[in-house]
């Protein structure tokens, strides 16, 4: 059984993935990651995450790495069975994986191959691996009642900002609102918080495919905030929930996105 704090990150190979398991790894937790990364021939690819897996050795904390689908039911079940085996518990379970499109289409034209892709990973893996590792929650709960148990969701100023281009990832995004709602009602009997993340404009692999787009947006005030957020940004509003610091405040939606949520005139 380990003795510090274990946290499993899903989607932390790279982007804000890497800065949430980055940030929890600096105060003390031990990580589990996931990932599901490609090469651009289409190979898996595990350079990311062993670097990512290097950097948060070198914070002082012990980190296991495991491929896997969020949306598949058998790579949902390994990555809990990995954290039981290696650390015999899960203090925080961010769930940060997450999809766009592969190509951006009019909801006029959207298949249903692309729809089903991005709700299966968006939505579908997270609601069901939060299941998974609520259960095991309740009982660490059990045994251990005063441990702090908490759950994030990677939500996206996407949950309420039309994007016709990308209606599925819009869906995904405004669904994870309501997921966050529904567990955190559930689970508050037992202690346990659950918290969205809404990120807004952050510099990532996926939105470095519409940088110039979101440069002239940012130099013409879309935030009041005039700059890209950071995947640190993300950390460090997780790092906030992972110290306690929100323990009353279940089910709260923090907005990390340079006041864009201002929705100003």
């Known amino acids: 059984m380990a003795e510090r704090p274990v946290a499993i990150v899903t989607g932390a190979s790279r982007g804000i993935g890497k800065g949430i398991a980055k940030e929890l790894a600096s105060l003390g937790y031990d990580l589990v990651i996931n990932h599901f990364d490609f090469t651009a021939e289409g190979q898996p690819d595990e350079s990311k995450a062993a670097k990512t897996q290097k950097e948060i050795k070198e914070l002082g904390a012990a980190c296991e790495v495991l491929r896997g689908n969020v949306d598949s039911a058998e790579d949902r079940g390994s990555l809990v069975a990995l954290a039981k085996s290696k650390f015999g518990r899960c203090d925080m379970l961010v769930n940060n994986a997450g999809v766009a499109p592969s190509k951006r ?45 908490r759950i994030v969701n990677t939500g996206s100023i996407s949950a309420y900002t039309s994007s016709p281009g990308r209606g599925e990832y819009c869906l995904s995004k405004a669904a994870i609102g309501m997921m966050t709602a529904l567990y955190a009602d559930r689970l508050a009997e037992y202690g346990i918080g659950v918290f969205e993340i809404r990120p807004g404009i952050i510099a990532t692999d996926m939105t470095s495919v519409v940088k110039d787009k979101y440069d002239k947006l940012i130099a013409e005030g879309v935030t009041p905030i005039k700059r890209w957020g950071q995947p640190e940004d993300i950390g460090r509003a997780v790092g906030a929930i992972a110290e306690g610091r929100l323990d009353f405040s279940t089910g709260q939606v923090i907005n990390v996105d340079g006041g864009f949520h201002l929705r100003r005139l």
């Open 105 to 149: 289409m009019d909801i006029l034209e959207g298949t249903v191959e692309s729809f089903e892709r991005v709700m299966g990973i968006n939505l579908k893996g997270p609601y069901f691996l939060t299941q998974r590792v609520a259960n095991w929650m309740i009982e660490q709960k059990q045994r251990h009642p005063e441990r702090a148990l």
